[in-house]
């Protein structure tokens, strides 16, 4: 009896599984540039300034802290709703 595994892959098989490869290949390229760029030209400006104060359009400062706080209370508060339904659901 012959098994799946066993058979010999058809060429254009081969040339389909190489174009999915290039692709996957150049999309996690495309991500990781992307990542870098933003990294290399981020990371130097985040302050302890930028970090801990709240945007003021009049004294024209910037800051992400109240951004910070509502994202810690959104995963506070959806952990407090699910862990207590994912232990206590049924096991299928």
């Not at 254009?12 to 150049?26: H, M, N, P, T």
């Not at 030209?41 to 300034?49: K, S």
């Amino acid at each position: 009896m012959i098994s799946i595994n066993d058979r010999k892959p058809r060429p254009l098989e081969k040339l389909f599984y190489s174009f999915i490869y290039l692709l996957s290949g150049a999309v996690i390229g495309l991500v990781i540039y992307f990542i870098a760029v933003i990294l290399i030209r981020g990371i130097p400006n985040v302050t302890w300034a930028f970090l801990s104060k709240a945007p003021h359009p009049i004294k024209q400062t910037i800051g992400i802290l109240p951004s910070l706080i509502h994202t810690l209370y959104i995963i506070v508060f959806t952990l407090l709703l699910c862990v207590p339904l994912g232990v206590g659901g049924p096991s299928i």
